[in-house]
């Protein structure tokens, strides 16, 4: 149970607008600053694991820190013109798609949480993929360049371990991911 006496007393300020660009703002609550994706639907995380038991993870390049990352496929929801309105789990076949050059069969929700609570609004889904098929090339769309990695399930988390090692910066969702690879989404 959540016990209103806990809540800041500035939860409740009006919000100023300190700076809006393209995709994020910068907005300022009381005396909380945060980043607000300009994209309410937030974010997806794809769950992919291929027939032969190999889960796919993505490299690439991110300014925002200056390394080169390990990620699971993800994307913006909603993002491009044309998929205003679109679901996670549709963004999700889609981003699958486009990074990877994997198609699936299916998808399915699993979770939804923060990706930052303390300083961002956004929202990411977790999705898991099912039954891929390989379409394409992937790599992601002209203004990406990435690079797509194909490890064997059971040994996917001593890889992340090494590509740290080796300068690479791992997302710790990633981890999470893992977990929701083996174990699925609990029933209700």
Same mark, same amino acid.
């Given at each position: 149970?959540?016990s ?6 500035? =939860? /409740?300020?009006?919000?100023?607008? +300190?700076?809006?660009?393209?995709? *994020?703002?910068?907005?300022?609550? #009381?005396?909380?600053?945060y ?7 937030g974010?997806?995380?794809?769950? $992919?694991?291929t ?5 796919l993870?993505?490299e /690439?390049?991110?300014? $925002?820190i +200056? ?6 496929? !993800?994307? +913006?929801? &909603?993002?491009?013109? #044309? ?5 996670? *789990?549709? $963004? =999700? /076949?889609?981003?699958l798609e486009?990074?990877t &050059?994997?198609r699936? !069969? ?5 979770h939804?949480g923060?990706?930052?609570?303390g300083?961002?609004t956004?929202?990411i ?6 039954? *891929?098929?390989?379409? &394409?090339?992937?790599g &992601?769309d ?13 040994e996917? #988390? $001593?890889? *992340?371990?090494a590509? =740290? !090692?080796q #300068? ?7 981890? !999470?991911? +893992? ?5 699925g989404?609990?029933? =209700?």
């Amino acid at each position: 149970m959540h016990s209103n006496d806990r809540i800041p007393k500035d =939860a /409740q300020a009006p919000v100023e607008t +300190l700076y809006e660009g393209r995709w *994020l703002s910068l907005r300022k609550r #009381g005396r909380w600053e945060y980043a607000e994706r300009n994209n309410p639907a937030g974010a997806v995380i794809i769950l $992919a694991v291929t027939p032969d038991d190999k889960v796919l993870f993505v490299e /690439q390049y991110r300014v $925002a820190i +200056l390394k080169h990352t390990i990620e699971m496929p !993800a994307g +913006l929801i &909603g993002d491009e013109a #044309g998929h205003h309105g679109e679901s996670a *789990l549709i $963004a =999700a /076949q889609r981003e699958l798609e486009e990074e990877t &050059g994997y198609r699936c !069969a299916r998808v399915e929700f699993v979770h939804e949480g923060p990706s930052s609570s303390g300083m961002s609004t956004e929202m990411i889904a977790f999705v898991r993929a099912w039954d *891929l098929v390989k379409v &394409g090339p992937g790599g &992601g769309d002209e203004s990406e360049n990435i690079v797509v990695h194909e490890v064997p399930r059971r040994e996917a #988390g $001593a890889w *992340l371990f090494a590509r =740290a !090692a080796q #300068g690479y910066s791992i997302d710790p969702k990633l981890f !999470a991911g +893992l977990w929701f690879i083996e174990h699925g989404r609990p029933e =209700a």
